[in-house]
C-alpha cells in the first residue's frame, strides 16, 4: 500500500471518528435539569433539550411566554427565571441554527429539517400531528435521548403512508 | 443530627402533600362554595362547546375524556381526564388550579368561574 493511500486511509478514519462523537452530542438533557422544567415545560409537548436552541432564541420564547406559539404559558416570574437560567445555561445548536434567535422553533431550523429530509412527510398525519411530537417516533425522546438508528416500523402512522409496505392500508382521508 | 433534619424534611414534605393533597368530591364542594349547586348539563356542554375561540375542551381531551388523547397542537399524548379512570386528576389543588387557569384562557379566553369549574368537574365525575 503507498503512503498515499495511507493518508486517504487516515483521514477517512478521522473524518468518521470525529462525525460519530459529534453524532450523539445534540439533544441530551443535562444531568442538573430542573423537575421544574419537566412539569412546566412537558405537559403540552415533549421536553426539549436545551442544547437544540441558542440561547438568544431561549431568550426570546421565555420572554414571551404569555404569547408561547398561539397559547399563554405564563408561569410565576420565580419559575421563569429558574427555568430560564436553565435553559441560558445549556443552551447550545450553533450549526444550523441561527445564534441571532431568530429561530424560534426547533421544526423551522435548518438542522432540524436537514436531519429530517425523509421524515416530514409523516408530519402532518393525524396520528403524528407535528414535527414536534418527537415521542411518536423517537422512543426515547422523553429521556433526552434521539439517537436511535433505526425509527420504530410499522406503527399505525406508517402503515397508512409508506408506499412500499405490504400491509399497506387506505389512507382514511 | 442527621436523623432530625431527615425527620423534619419528612415532615415537611408530609406537610406540603396535606396542604395540596385533594379528592375530586372536595374540590367540588369548594367551588360549589364559592357560586351554588352544580350542573352535570351545563358542564357536559361547557366542556364540548366553543366559547368564542378557537377550541373547546374536547379538543384536546375529546369527548369522553375517558382514554388517552392528543394535544391539537402538538399532537403529545395526553392521559385521560375523567377521574374515575384516572387516579391522579383532580387530586392535587395546586395543579388543577393552574390547568383550569391555563386551559381556559385557551378555550374561553378568560378564567373560569367557581360556578364553570363546579358544573364541568361534576360532569367529568359522571364520566366511566
Known amino acids: 500500500m503507498?503512503?498515499?493511500?495511507?493518508?486517504?486511509?487516515?483521514?477517512?478514519?478521522?473524518?468518521c471518528v470525529v462525525q460519530a462523537s459529534h453524532a450523539g452530542k445534540r439533544g441530551v438533557f443535562p444531568e442538573n435539569t430542573p423537575a421544574i422544567y419537566y412539569s412546566e415545560c412537558a405537559?403540552?409537548?415533549?421536553?426539549?433539550?436545551p442544547d437544540l436552541l441558542p440561547s438568544n432564541s431561549w431568550k426570546k420564547i421565555m420572554d414571551d411566554l404569555h404569547e408561547h406559539f398561539g397559547s399563554n404559558a405564563q408561569v410565576d416570574?420565580?419559575?421563569?427565571?429558574?427555568?430560564?437560567?436553565?435553559l441560558l445555561a445549556?443552551?447550545?445548536a450553533t450549526l444550523g441554527v441561527k445564534k441571532d434567535g431568530s429561530d424560534l422553533r426547533i421544526t423551522q431550523t435548518l438542522w432540524f429539517n436537514r436531519m429530517h429530509g425523509k421524515s416530514k412527510?409523516?408530519?402532518?398525519?393525524?396520528?403524528?400531528?407535528?414535527?414536534?411530537?418527537c415521542a411518536v417516533c423517537h422512543s426515547h425522546a422523553t429521556d433526552g435521548r434521539f439517537d436511535e438508528n433505526k425509527i420504530p416500523a410499522n406503527t399505525d402512522w406508517q402503515l397508512q403512508l409508506n408506499p412500499f409496505s405490504l400491509n399497506r392500508k387506505p389512507n382514511p382521508k | 443530627m442527621k436523623k432530625l433534619t431527615l425527620f423534619m424534611g419528612?415532615?415537611?414534605?408530609?406537610?406540603?402533600?396535606?396542604?395540596?393533597?385533594?379528592?375530586?368530591?372536595e374540590l367540588l364542594k369548594s367551588y360549589e362554595a364559592q357560586s351554588s349547586k352544580a350542573s352535570t348539563s351545563r358542564g357536559e356542554q361547557f366542556f364540548n362547546s366553543k366559547h368564542g375561540k378557537e377550541w373547546s375542551c374536547a379538543s384536546c381531551h375529546e369527548n369522553p375524556?375517558?382514554?388517552?388523547?392528543?394535544?391539537?397542537?402538538t399532537g403529545k399524548v395526553i392521559k385521560p381526564l375523567a377521574p374515575n379512570v384516572n387516579a391522579d386528576r383532580f387530586v392535587d389543588q395546586a395543579k388543577v388550579e393552574k390547568w383550569f387557569k391555563r386551559?381556559?384562557?385557551?378555550?374561553?379566553?378568560?378564567?373560569?368561574?367557581?360556578?364553570?369549574?363546579?358544573?364541568?368537574?361534576?360532569?367529568?365525575?359522571?364520566v366511566k
Not at chain 1, 43 to 49: G, I, L, T
Not at chain 2, 10 to 25: D, M, N, R, S
Open chain 1, 90 to 92: 445549556n443552551s447550545g
Open chain 2, 65 to 73: 375524556p375517558n382514554r388517552d388523547s392528543k394535544h391539537i397542537i
Open chain 1, 121 to 133: 412527510r409523516y408530519f402532518d398525519n393525524l396520528s403524528v400531528g407535528s414535527g414536534s411530537n
Open chain 2, 103 to 126: 386551559n381556559c384562557n385557551d378555550v374561553v379566553g378568560r378564567e373560569c368561574t367557581a360556578q364553570e369549574k363546579a358544573d364541568v368537574l361534576s360532569w367529568l365525575m359522571t
Open chain 1, 43 to 49: 405537559e403540552c409537548h415533549v421536553a426539549f433539550p
Open chain 2, 10 to 25: 419528612l415532615a415537611t414534605f408530609g406537610f406540603v402533600q396535606f396542604a395540596f393533597a385533594t379528592t375530586p368530591q
Open chain 1, 77 to 86: 416570574d420565580q419559575i421563569r427565571k429558574q427555568i430560564e437560567g436553565y
Open chain 1, 2 to 15: 503507498t503512503s498515499l493511500m495511507f493518508r486517504v486511509l487516515f483521514l477517512l478514519l478521522a473524518f
